[in-house]
């Protein structure tokens, strides 16, 4: 396929070169929208759009590039990852465990990946049960989350710059006018990210170094 699945992009310290790793993962998630799992995927309702956020939590998370995923960092990520930091509705729980299912699908045909099968036979309907009511859980949220899902809630478009705009401003002048809440942590700028089907934000070198060592000595 021209293509080689088990690659390193860390230094002696364990840093990633972050260009390197993007243009992995763009490979490979080309690879993955041209084949037949992928197509079967769209064919069958499914959306998808997951892939590259959980990749990279895989990485920033647990140090991980995707052929050393294992069921065990695949199911944190779904089920205490993903409901913390990723905003979308409950239902897109199906949809998720779906194109998980075509992706290592894929990878098991394709780069006959070592923990492809473990991870197919994990994506269960009581998985996709299990997501489902952890996505709806608002105790899990993060504050960057509660605030982008509540700006949907109140019916701003947060999918365009105006009409996130339009609810921080809104929120904002909210608070400004409740002098309890004046110095609440969701006082936010327009310009501050707000969590969605983006990549995560890049994590510190001192806790991509603690990760990298934590992942060399549990490694058997």
């Not at 995923?69 to 897109?92: G, Y």
Request: charged share 35%.
């Amino acid at each position: 396929m021209g293509f080689e699945f088990k690659q390193e992009f860390v230094d002696d310290d364990g840093e990633f070169d972050e260009d390197e790793v993007q243009s992995y993962d763009d490979e490979l998630l080309e690879l993955f929208g041209k084949s037949p799992e992928y197509r079967a995927f769209r064919e069958g309702g499914g959306d998808g759009g997951w892939l590259d956020i959980f990749l990279d939590y895989a990485r920033g998370y647990y140090g991980d590039m995707a052929w050393r995923i294992d069921v065990h960092v695949m199911r944190r990520l779904l089920l205490e990852i993903f409901p913390r930091k990723v905003s979308c509705s409950p239902d897109a729980a199906a949809d998720m465990v779906a194109e998980q299912r075509a992706f290592w699908t894929f990878l098991d045909r394709a780069f006959k990946a070592e923990h492809a099968k473990e991870c197919l036979r994990g994506l269960d309907d009581r998985l996709v049960k299990e997501l489902e009511r952890k996505l709806g859980d608002t105790s899990k949220f993060e504050m960057a989350k509660s605030f982008f899902m509540a700006g949907q809630q109140a019916g701003f478009d947060l999918s365009t710059e105006a009409g996130l705009q339009a609810w921080v401003g809104a929120h904002n002048a909210g608070l400004a006018g409740d002098h309890d809440d004046w110095h609440s942590p969701l006082l936010v700028g327009a310009g501050d990210p707000a969590p969605g089907r983006q990549a995560a934000s890049k994590k510190s070198k001192r806790k991509r170094k603690a990760v990298k060592a934590s992942r060399r000595r549990n490694r058997r």
